[in-house]
């Protein structure tokens, strides 16, 4: 085993992790490394090739790789140590990492480690859709990953299971590269990805757009052949009677994202049945003291901005932590839980009386919304939103007092149409 | 938001939030222009193609156009973020630029091995 000793050992080299790493350089951590799986930095961001990144951040908009430049740069005239197709395979309560790689087997001693591994893509196997098993399935970040960086095409007319962005964006793409496009599928009776996505990938190229429906069959025996949709009612269920059968030879599916915690499951990290991520304090802390969450592996986030401004919080976090900086801690938690029209609340608990910022998601759409922070019956915020959708992650300041926080009383988030 | 034309000639426009959606509202009406990105074949380099993009954005109609070009087109390596890669792309006056940098290939030496 090779041994290693740094302050800060960040998981995961993609945007998340690269802000984080820069940001606890930036708040006094000296040795910082960061391991990451693949032979390159930056992540997912690499085979995004489209533009729309860094606009809140930069007021440009950058394509992915850009963006990732840009960090990668910072965290490289840093000094921040970088460990390339290096696999964590172990991650330790008391934050000791198992790590290895061409080299060897590395273990990593950290003073605090920060969790950055993105997330994963939802599989045909987590919906269940049934039919045979031909080649030509692809979950769309996949096929992405092949045109964009493999330079291999996947397919040549195709048929698109969600429309989500990463869905919309490879419309655009497969379109792009000479593919017939027939349709994008998708169960819920409205996109749910941006408008933007929605007029710049699918109407700009006539591509259809098939509400309330759903992929409920795939035939093919070496290769797929065809799919059959059905239209659902408002439970989401098929309407028999409404199949009908679209020719094709390749399926993309866009069925969401999943934050991806095998290490911190591992690790014992206390994980929150909403998000299926760790639960966290107003620091980003999970509740094992030193270990800190941020990026897709906490919540899928909307835009890399977000995300990027909630990873330079856990650096902060992260940095505070070791040189114990202004660290105002009190035994006293008040947890925070979603409570009716919320999806999910980031952080799950507070530890500090004072301001904090939530992050949260509506579970569906509601026009207009109002956001109500309850602790018992005293009201700490009410806003009125036009209105509120899960794909748009609403960010609110509440300020909690003392007497509050004193009071161990649970914050409810609600949003009530 | 919302445009009413009459003959290709905007009437009306409301419901915009700021200033500039009267302008985003005009360009899209009348001269609606999108940036481009796509990859490109390069040689000799780390990775098998370039990602770029349209510095700035394009007419729609020449979308197409575009694309045959920038199918036609091979780089050598090594590229940097930034670079012209197809200058006045489709006779549209705006160029197509890497975004992302690419470095020669090393190749191993005998006694290295990747496992």
Redesign the interface.
């Known amino acids: 085993m090779i041994e290693h000793s740094v302050d800060v050992a960040v998981i995961g080299g993609g945007p998340a992790g690269l802000a984080a790493a820069v940001s606890a350089k930036e708040h006094g951590a000296d040795q910082i490394v960061v391991i990451e799986r693949n032979s390159w930095l930056g992540g997912i961001l690499q085979q995004c090739i489209h533009d729309g990144f860094g606009v809140e951040e930069t007021g440009k908009s950058l394509t992915g790789p850009e963006y990732a430049e840009h960090y990668i740069n910072m965290a490289l005239q840093r000094n921040i140590q970088i460990m390339l197709e290096t696999m964590v395979i172990e991650l330790k309560g008391n934050r000791e990492i198992v790590a290895v790689n061409s080299n060897g087997l590395h273990n990593i001693k950290a003073k605090s480690v920060i969790l950055a591994m993105g997330c994963r893509e939802r599989t045909r196997w987590n919906t269940m859709i049934p039919g045979t098993r031909p080649s030509g399935i692809y979950t769309a970040g996949v096929a992405q990953s092949f045109i964009n960086l493999q330079n291999i095409m996947v397919g040549r007319k195709v048929v698109i299971v969600g429309s989500g962005d990463v869905g919309l964006i490879m419309a655009r793409r497969m379109k792009l590269e000479g593919a017939e496009v027939v349709a994008v599928i998708e169960i819920l009776p409205h996109p749910s990805g941006l408008l933007r996505n929605v007029v710049q990938c699918l109407e700009d190229y006539d591509i259809p757009l098939l509400l309330n429906h759903t992929v409920t069959n795939i035939e093919g025996k070496e290769r797929v052949e065809r799919v059959t949709i059905s239209r659902v009612d408002k439970n989401m269920k098929p309407i028999s009677g409404t199949e009908k059968q679209i020719e094709c030879d390749t399926i993309l599916l866009s069925l969401g994202l999943i934050p991806e915690n095998e290490l911190s499951r591992m690790a014992k990290v206390e994980i929150n049945d909403r998000t299926g991520a760790p639960s966290v304090n107003q620091e980003l802390e999970t509740n094992i003291p030193g270990i800190f969450a941020c990026g897709n592996c906490l919540h899928v986030h909307d835009t890399v901005d977000m995300l990027s401004i909630e990873a330079k919080k856990a650096g902060k976090s992260a940095a505070e932590y070791i040189t114990n900086a202004d660290r105002k801690q009190y035994e006293t938690v008040i947890h925070v839980v979603p409570g009716k029209g919320v999806r999910y609340v980031v952080p799950q608990r507070i530890n500090m009386h004072g301001k904090t910022e939530l992050m949260l998601r509506a579970k569906k759409p509601m026009e207009p919304a109002t956001l109500q922070v309850t602790a018992n019956n005293k009201v700490l915020l009410i806003k009125k939103l036009l209105c509120a959708t899960p794909s748009s992650m609403i960010k609110v300041d509440i300020v909690v007092s003392r007497e509050v926080f004193v009071s161990r009383d649970v914050l409810e988030v609600k949003l009530i149409g | 938001m919302h445009v009413k034309m009459h003959e290709k000639q905007i009437k009306v426009i409301e419901g915009n939030k700021c200033k500039k959606g009267v302008e985003y509202a005009l360009e899209e009406v009348l001269n609606p222009r ?2 481009l ?3 490109v ?1 390069i040689l000799g380099g780390e ?3 370039v ?3 349209t510095l700035h954005p394009i007419q ?1 109609e020449k979308i197409s156009d575009a ?1 045959a070009e920038i199918k036609r087109s091979v780089v050598n390596a090594p590229i940097r ?1 930034g670079e012209i890669v197809i200058k006045n792309v489709a006779d549209t006056g705006i160029n197509i630029v890497a ?3 690419v470095p020669r290939k090393r190749f191993l030496k005998l006694n290295q ?3």
């Open positions: 999108r940036v990105t796509s990859s074949l990775l098998p193609i990602s770029v993009k729609k694309l973020s975004t992302k940098t091995r990747r496992c």
